[in-house]
């Protein structure tokens, strides 16, 4: 009997110390492991993903024990998805009742295909609902705040539209930017087709970047990686205006001139064989895979036609032909009437 009342005393005590851990751990706030933890809760999300996200983003919360609040509580399908910032000691509790409540204050930031730095830069500036930490900040600098494993920031975020809590830094809206690159690049790499002469994933981003500023019709991207390709794999020379234009920077005054393609430099792929050193814009998606997983063709010219697509040809013969129908022609016209001619493209 002595031993009946024994266990049942411990048993008691135990309970009531587990009761009084368990109250604590939930009323206790728990302080963020940098002074802004941001993150987002895709929709969808479970309690356990949830969890996970919140401690990988700074706040230790102890996943498996906040699960089980959650769980206690009957809140494991009412997490809400959203954009959520927390710069405040918060118990669990709290934290359970602001994700389940849908208390994320929104934004929204929207990178766009074929920006370059100077763009994204400008438009993070001029963004009213970002606080600006980036503002005065050298690309090194900038770099190094973002603890970014590259030696230039050109092509290393990836264009999406951003969903962000008011008053966030830009700083954390740019490292998810580069996380989603990262991603995206990733997947795209490892799907990439056999043979393409892009050697490396980064080699891959700045035929990407190419692709972006050179075509905005989604039909022509892939064999106009395919162009490119070809050129690469053969040692022919690239003679995209873009890469030219990216090289001439903010002296660029919309019209490129023949001295413009024989000025040698570092982004001339006129004069220079091979790849520029570095992207020359942001690439969507869909360049990604263009340039990862060209079209197979014969083509080694492209030319625009005006329309915003291109014509593409296998032989010099061809490809003159194509230019002087769609550009040369349409220049003289334009020149009669004072009007500015279109760009030609690649061309010998």
Same mark, same amino acid.
């Not at 090194?140 to 966030?168: C, K, N, V, W």
């Not at 490809?319 to 690649?346: F, I, M, S």
């Given at each position: ?15 009531? $110390? ?6 604590? @751990? ?12 941001? $993150? ?18 700074? !706040? ?36 359970? !009742? ?10 929204? $930031? ?45 092509? !290393?975020? $990836? ?51 190419? %692709? ?69 814009? !942001? ?17 080694? @010219? ?19 032909? /194509? %230019?002087?129908? @769609? ?19 690649? /061309?010998?």
């Amino acid at each position: 009997m002595r031993l009946l009342t024994r266990l049942f005393l411990f048993t008691l005590v135990v309970a009531i $110390f587990g009761a009084l851990a368990a109250l604590w @751990y939930v009323w206790t706030p728990v302080t963020p492991e940098r002074p802004a933890v941001e $993150f987002d809760i895709p929709a969808g999300a479970t309690l356990r993903s949830a969890a996970r996200i919140l401690e990988e983003a700074g !706040m230790p919360i102890g996943a498996r024990r906040f699960e089980l609040l959650g769980r206690a509580l009957h809140l494991t399908q009412k997490i809400q998805a959203g954009s959520y910032a927390l710069n405040e000691a918060l118990s669990p509790y709290a934290m359970l !009742m602001r994700l389940t409540s849908g208390d994320a204050s929104q934004s929204e $930031f929207r990178l766009i295909e074929g920006w370059n730095i100077v763009q994204l830069r400008a438009a993070l500036e001029a963004s009213p609902d970002l606080r600006h930490d980036s503002a005065g900040l050298g690309d090194a600098e900038l770099i190094a705040r973002l603890g970014l494993q590259t030696a230039h920031l050109e092509g !290393m975020f $990836f264009p999406d539209t951003y969903l962000f809590p008011r008053g966030s830094s830009d700083l954390g809206l740019l490292r998810r930017a580069h996380h989603a690159l990262q991603k995206q690049l990733e997947r795209a790499w490892d799907a990439r087709a056999g043979g393409i002469a892009v050697r490396s994933a980064y080699e891959a981003l700045i035929l990407a970047s190419i %692709v972006e500023k050179e075509t905005g019709r989604p039909e022509d991207r892939s064999t106009i990686a395919g162009v490119l390709d070809n050129r690469l794999r053969i040692g022919m020379r690239l003679q995209a205006d873009p890469t030219v234009i990216y090289g001439l920077g903010a002296g660029f005054d919309g019209n490129l001139r023949k001295v413009h393609l024989l000025t040698d430099g570092p982004y001339n792929s006129y004069t220079r064989a091979g790849l520029p050193p570095t992207p020359i814009a !942001m690439p969507g998606l869909a360049s990604l895979v263009a340039a990862t997983q060209p079209a197979r063709t014969q083509a080694i @010219y492209y030319v625009g036609r005006g329309d915003g697509g291109s014509r593409f040809s296998r032989t010099l013969d061809e490809h003159n032909r /194509a %230019v002087t129908q @769609y550009q040369k022609l349409p220049a003289r016209k334009a020149a009669a009437a004072g009007r500015a001619p279109g760009r030609a493209g690649v /061309a010998e």
